[in-house]
């Protein structure tokens, strides 16, 4: 059964900061991973897509990168800002067939002024 | 493009009773999956349809079931509500099989069980 786990839960820097979320999960036969974000009582924002054959997709100031073999990916965020603030969430979609993703628990973002 | 339309937004429900909540994908999206955010269990798959079949289900006791309509819009339904189907309920739409298969959401659906 494939886990997904985030680390850390929650994350508090001052704006400008560069930071990284990371994401794992333990079944390394997956189709792809997607970063979403969420804002509170929201539906999911879909940020980023990594097909299980590429190492790093990049858009605007983020750069997610994905390691397959050993399990892991990673969001990162350059000169963050007040408005980056959310929930950020992984999610990963088996091979074989279907749409099913299954998610991780999440970073809770705050950037302060 | 639209996005994917969720309706309603919000519903409050009593115990016992039944609810439908109704979701339209993005124009040319044949692929639609539901899952429930709780505070507790985070997001939970419950069920994916395609082209009016559902092809995958997660472990979710069957007064939790789905339909998809030939204009794959979906609905899917939750009978005897219990408290602890309070949650907010989401579907992604995507397009089917290999390839590009983004996942892009909904606003979702607040359901309140009292």
């Known amino acids: 059964k494939q886990e997904v786990t985030q680390i850390p839960a929650a994350l508090s820097v001052p704006e400008g900061e560069n930071l990284v979320l990371n994401c794992s999960f333990t079944?390394?036969?997956?189709?792809?991973l997607q970063w979403f974000r969420q804002d509170p009582g929201k539906g999911l924002t879909s940020l980023l897509l990594?097909?299980?054959?590429?190492r790093e997709q990049t858009s605007g100031r983020l750069n997610a990168s994905l390691d397959k073999s050993s399990g892991r990916s990673t969001l990162y965020i350059a000169a963050s800002q007040p408005g980056d603030s959310a929930t950020y969430l992984c999610?990963?979609?088996?091979?074989?067939?279907?749409?099913?993703?299954?998610f991780g628990t999440g970073t809770q973002l705050k950037v302060e002024l | 493009k639209a996005g994917v339309t969720q309706t309603p937004r919000y519903l409050i429900k009593t115990r016992g009773q039944q609810v439908t909540l109704s979701c339209s994908p993005i124009?040319?999206?044949?692929?639609v999956s539901w899952y429930q955010q709780t505070p507790g269990q985070g997001l939970q798959f419950l069920f994916e349809?395609?082209?009016?079949?559902?092809?995958n289900k997660g472990n979710f006791p069957g007064r939790f079931s789905g339909r998809q309509f030939s204009n794959s819009r979906s609905e899917m339904n939750v009978s005897t509500l219990e408290l602890g189907d309070s949650a907010l309920y989401l579907c992604?739409?995507?397009?089917?099989?290999?390839?590009?298969?983004?996942?892009?959401f909904g606003q979702g659906t607040r359901l309140t069980v009292v």
């Open positions: 992604a739409s995507s397009l089917p099989g290999t390839g590009n298969t983004e996942a892009f």
């Open positions: 079944d390394s036969a997956i189709y792809n």
């Open positions: 990594i097909q299980s054959s590429q």
């Open positions: 999610a990963v979609r088996r091979g074989g067939g279907g749409n099913k993703l299954t």
């Open positions: 124009s040319g999206h044949r692929s």
């Open positions: 349809y395609f082209s009016e079949t559902q092809r």
